[in-house]
């Protein structure tokens, strides 16, 4: 092990036990801000590449990390997880990967790119998103057979779970389009370029003035879990583990909820 995997270990497992202290002490509300006993000194920029569909909960919870963390900035690179994933590998400078699927994040931990074993700490589930007012009448997933259809391409976590949910539903369909992230395909119908695209529930309720979401039953055979690390690159490995320690504490999971995440 290298000296510098050591040490992103090591802060890690300090920040886990200043979380852990924390909640002891306030009923797990809060992460223990810096300064507070046990916690790891934490100050300077944290790089965070995470999946697409955490860029509006990851945005406000990176600056409720801040706050909690005076001297720290969090910036993101939010994208495909995929393609992040290959990123990292190749040497990308990052400290933390939240990915939308275990698949992807094992793409970085067969590398050696991650420290620890990766925690999953939400999940996510597919609507329809249609154009306001679902002027197509889209029920279902046997409807999207005769209509203009967006879909993530299936190397990206959404399409793999949307190819799962149609499996599950017994519907063979031609997507007109796909695209690289979720946020992609949600732009199709935003634009009114398809009639409909399969993306993530909470993607749905984050555009719900621009869109309406359809559920369907075979979306409980496609939930992703998403899994965070701290990666063993790391320029700021105090940071890394204080803000996985942040998203796994109680203030994060209560805001991931309200944005319409599972807890896992």
Known sequence: ??????????????????????????????????GSSGAPAVSGTVTVFAAASLKGSFTELGKKFE??????????????SSTLAQSIVGGAPADVFA???????????????????????VRNTLEIAVPKGNPKHIAGLKDLTGVKTALC??????????DKALDAAGVK???VTLEQDVKGALTKVELGEVDASLVYRTDVKADAAKIDGVEFPEAASAVNDYPIAALARAGNADGAAAFVGYIRSADARKL????GFQTP
């Not at 909690?68 to 910036?75: D, F, N, R, S």
């Open 67 to 80: 706050a909690a963390y005076p001297g720290t900035k969090v910036t993101f690179n939010f994208g495909g």
């Open 153 to 162: 391409a299936k190397e990206v976590p959404c399409g793999a779970a949307a």
């Open 256 to 259: 991931l909820a309200e944005a």
């Open 99 to 121: 990915a939308a699927s275990p698949a992807t994040m094992k793409t970085v931990t067969d590398a050696k790119a991650a420290t620890g074993d990766p925690a999953v700490f």
């Open 173 to 175: 369909l031609t997507p």
């Open 1 to 34: 092990m290298t000296s510098a995997r050591r040490r992103v270990l090591a802060a890690t497992a300090a920040a886990t036990a200043a979380i852990a202290l924390a909640a002891c002490g306030s009923s797990g509300t809060t992460a223990a801000p810096a």
